[in-house]
């Protein structure tokens, strides 16, 4: 597995403003991805963080909305923009490693407030 | 603090006895399947994995039964302790390397000591 970290582990934001969210690992990894938590309910991926290229993003979620970026094999951001109450969740980053292609193992997650 | 899975169907059981937690996967092609347990606060931690190709799999004290005909996994905790209350949820995907995960809806259990 890989150890992963996020910072801020929480946080508190007005609407209209943006956060930016850090990702970090402590080994070189493939694959990298965002998730959503919203207050009970389960994960749904907003995108995939591609190395070098342009984050693939699922349905229902924008770039210009959550800008994505990877710099590098360990490390990745996710802004969450312009923000408003219902943007309030968990959100979550994971990986794959290079020995471990299918399974994604997360981090410890983003605890967002928009107030 | 924040709690995770707050309106999310409830296994309750006795510490000791054997758990278990079903869920119905959506897409017949998907070929490999993760629980994943996650405790308040915290992300989701890895238990156990299956591929489709296999029907069942053993790990320590968690068992993992497929049943690709209904598309049903299950999970299976013996001697539950307090330490397992938490949320699970069942994870699938389709193809090999680096593909996306779909989540199911999770499962509180709660454990009593």
């Known amino acids: 597995s890989a150890v992963i970290s996020q910072k801020p582990s929480r946080d508190i934001c007005q609407r209209g403003t943006s956060l930016t969210i850090q990702c970090q690992v402590d080994?070189?990894?493939?694959?990298m991805f965002w998730y959503r938590q919203q207050p009970g309910q389960s994960l749904t991926l907003i995108a995939t963080?591609?190395?070098?290229?342009?984050?693939?993003?699922e349905s229902g979620f924008v770039i210009d909305k959550f800008p994505i970026s990877r710099p590098n094999l360990t490390f990745s951001t996710l802004t969450v923009s312009n923000m408003s109450p219902e943007d309030s969740s968990i959100y979550l980053c994971?990986?794959?490693?290079?020995?471990?292609?299918?399974?994604?193992?997360f981090g410890p997650g983003t605890r967002l407030t928009v107030l | 603090g924040e709690s995770v899975g707050l309106h999310l169907p409830t296994l309750s059981v006795q510490e000791g006895d054997n758990s278990i937690i079903n869920c119905a996967y959506s897409?017949?092609?998907?070929?490999?399947f993760i629980w994943y347990k996650q405790e308040s606060g915290k992300g989701p931690q890895f238990i156990i994995d299956?591929?489709?190709?296999?029907d069942k799999r053993q790990g320590q004290r968690v068992t993992v039964l497929l049943n690709k005909t209904v598309k049903h996994l299950s999970l299976q905790i013996a001697a539950t302790q307090p330490g397992d209350s938490a949320v699970y949820f069942c994870?699938?995907?389709f193809g090999t390397g680096f593909q996306k995960l779909v989540f199911g809806t999770g499962t509180r259990l709660l454990v009593s000591p």
């Open positions: 994971s990986v794959n490693t290079r020995t471990s292609t299918d399974t994604q193992y």
């Open positions: 080994s070189q990894v493939t694959m």
């Open positions: 963080a591609n190395q070098g290229s342009e984050a693939t993003y």
């Open positions: 897409n017949s092609a998907s070929d490999y």
């Open positions: 299956i591929r489709s190709n296999m």
């Open positions: 994870a699938e995907s």
